[in-house]
């Protein structure tokens, strides 16, 4: 695990792949032989997103610099473009955290102040193009999660219309695992199951279209919602829409190119992803290999443009 910064007034209750959740340090519990989640102590918590890079599900090393504040600023751009979506963000201003500590300017461009949510076990992924892990499924089984798709798609190739193929999120140290909407249904109820699939699949549409007006394709992208412990409505948590959960892959370059790589011209963590399945062994069990210092440095440059060409449309 890589550095994982000390802030002042707040105490990490947890630290995933990525971001790090911090809850005020004056919340919780003295008692020492308290077993429960301290997450549920706290109605807000601090979301730090680290400049850790993960791939299959490995965390790796080095770092990618400004990759933490790059996931953040496009999140924020993001919740702002999707106003009629409740999701996770709290305000300062909002006069029921006024006792809070302050956010540490050391961390203030990758941190957001979110009400903390019962998060739904469920990644709500929808894939507008078919590659990836969903393509290596479509390959050995006709489909993704049990849902059928047409035959004869290639990696890269559109989907009739954009899909909803949910998996369950695995603790941390397993993988997630590709599931059937009826799963879903199993997990979290009809109601909350149609929601999410509801949204998650209405969000994907109006962001592709965002996206096209920026000549990036929006191939396909996670959600990760959980329920409001006050209004106990589904709200959209995490990050949304960025390189992370993402897959981003410049127009031109798509219409104009032939094989899988130039099609994907990617402004995401493929060119990582790549890298590892050229130069790792994963069915050998051995930890990855560090990446390469090229590798790291064009990574950033991609997140980095992608921020660009969506904010500034540049
Ligand atoms: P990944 O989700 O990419 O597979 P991970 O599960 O290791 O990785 P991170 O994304 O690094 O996790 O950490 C963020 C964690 O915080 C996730 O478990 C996510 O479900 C949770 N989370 C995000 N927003 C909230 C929120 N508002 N309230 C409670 N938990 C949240
Ligand atoms: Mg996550």
Not at 144 to 169: F, H, M, N
Not at 269 to 285: C, G
Request: aromatic share 8%.
């Amino acid at each position: 695990m890589t550095h994982v910064t000390d802030l002042a007034g707040w105490t990490l209750v947890y630290s995933g792949k990525v971001r790090d959740l911090y809850v005020p340090t004056d919340l919780m519990t003295d008692d020492d032989t308290w077993t429960g989640d301290p997450l549920k102590l706290s109605p807000v918590a601090l979301v730090v997103a680290s400049d850790r890079v993960s791939a299959f599900d490995e965390i790796l090393e080095p770092e990618i610099p400004g990759k933490g504040a790059l996931l953040t600023s496009l999140t924020r751009w993001w919740f702002d473009r999707l106003p009629e979506v409740p999701n996770h963000l709290a305000y300062a201003e909002d006069d029921r955290y006024r006792d809070l500590p302050a956010i540490p300017d050391s961390v203030a461009d990758r941190a957001m102040l979110c009400r903390t949510l019962d998060m739904f076990p469920i990644e709500c992924v929808v894939r507008g193009y078919l590659t990836g892990s969903g393509y290596r499924e479509y390959v050995a089984t006709g489909g993704i999660g049990g849902l059928r798709l047409p035959e004869g798609l290639q990696d890269g190739d559109r989907l009739p219309e954009p899909v909803y193929t949910p998996a369950w999120k695995a603790p941390l140290g397993q993988h997630d695992e590709n599931i059937s909407y009826e799963r879903t249904v199993e997990l979290v109820g009809e109601t909350v199951a149609e929601q999410l699939r509801a949204i998650s699949l209405a969000v994907f549409q109006h962001a592709s279209e965002v996206a096209e007006e920026r000549g990036l394709i929006l191939a396909d992208t996670k959600f990760e919602f959980g329920a409001d412990r006050e209004l106990g409505i589904v709200t959209l948590a995490d990050e949304v829409l960025t390189s992370d959960s993402s897959r981003y892959w410049d127009l031109e370059a798509y219409l104009a190119g032939a094989t899988p790589e130039i099609r994907m011209a990617s402004f995401d963590k493929q060119i990582v992803r790549d890298w590892l399945a050229a130069n790792w062994d994963r069915s050998a069990q051995a930890a990855p290999p560090t990446l390469p210092a090229e590798i790291v440095e064009q990574t950033a440059e991609r997140y980095r443009a992608l921020v660009e060409r969506l904010t500034l449309g540049l």
